[in-house]
């Protein structure tokens, strides 16, 4: 199975600030990524797929960026209402598997 | 718009099986393009990808799950499966049910999540 390796697993931020997650896979997955917002009792939010693509409706803050085993996650001016926990998630082999999280909490 | 509903028992004895199940509106499951996915996540830990059933009734599971695990679809209810047997208190999580695109795959759509519980 892959693994992929998320850091930081948390992160105190202010509001306006420029975050970046970042996460490793075990092995190459090409740009087969995906990065997901998750708040308490929600159903996750899909934010980017393909490594690198915005989902429609999705912000423009969010980006995204890597190839092969590393990947990033920026967030450009956090707003009150991204305080959330961020997780990637590989789709290259199955079964897909997720980062443990990035916890994003207000400084 | 597509919406996805868990439902199921929030009580489950150990050595006993877990069922649940996801009510699909908004898109007919029977249609191609998407899996039809099971994704759960334990208290305090991170989403854990069960396994998933597409149109044509093929599936796929996780291994370390693979042999207590069967996910299965009603396209006359438009609704889809999870069972789990002989749960232990390590399957007490919060259980998702989600769509997975098949051309640029991406859970795009997920219920709100049901907490399962195992415990006498």
């Known amino acids: 199975d892959i693994q992929m390796t998320q850091s930081p697993s948390s992160l105190s931020a202010s509001v306006g600030d420029r975050v970046t997650i970042t996460c490793q896979a075990s092995?190459?997955?090409?740009?087969?990524l995906n990065w997901y917002q998750h708040k308490p009792g929600k159903a996750p939010k899909l934010l980017i797929y393909?490594?690198?693509n915005l989902e429609t409706g999705a912000p423009s803050r969010f980006s995204g960026s890597g190839s092969g085993t590393d990947f990033t996650f920026t967030i450009s001016g956090l707003l009150p209402e991204d305080f959330a926990t961020y997780y990637c998630q590989q789709y290259d082999t199955v079964p897909y598997s997720f980062g443990q999280g990035t916890k994003l909490e207000i400084k | 718009q597509v919406q996805l509903q868990e439902s199921g028992p929030g009580l489950v004895k150990p050595s006993q099986t877990l069922s649940l199940t996801c009510n699909v509106s908004g898109a007919p499951i029977s249609s191609g393009g998407y899996y039809w996915t099971w994704i759960r996540q334990p208290a305090g830990k991170g989403l854990e990808w069960i396994g998933r059933?597409?149109?044509?009734?093929?599936?796929d599971y996780n291994p370390s799950l693979k042999s207590r695990v069967s996910i299965s679809a009603d396209t006359s209810k438009n609704q889809f499966s999870l069972v789990l047997k002989s749960v232990t208190a390590a399957d007490t999580a919060v259980y998702y049910c989600a769509r997975d695109r098949w051309e640029v795959p991406g859970f795009d759509y997920w219920g709100q999540g049901t907490l399962v519980t195992v415990s006498s």
């Open positions: 059933i597409y149109t044509t009734g093929s599936t």
């Open positions: 393909d490594a690198s």
């Open positions: 092995q190459d997955i090409r740009n087969y």
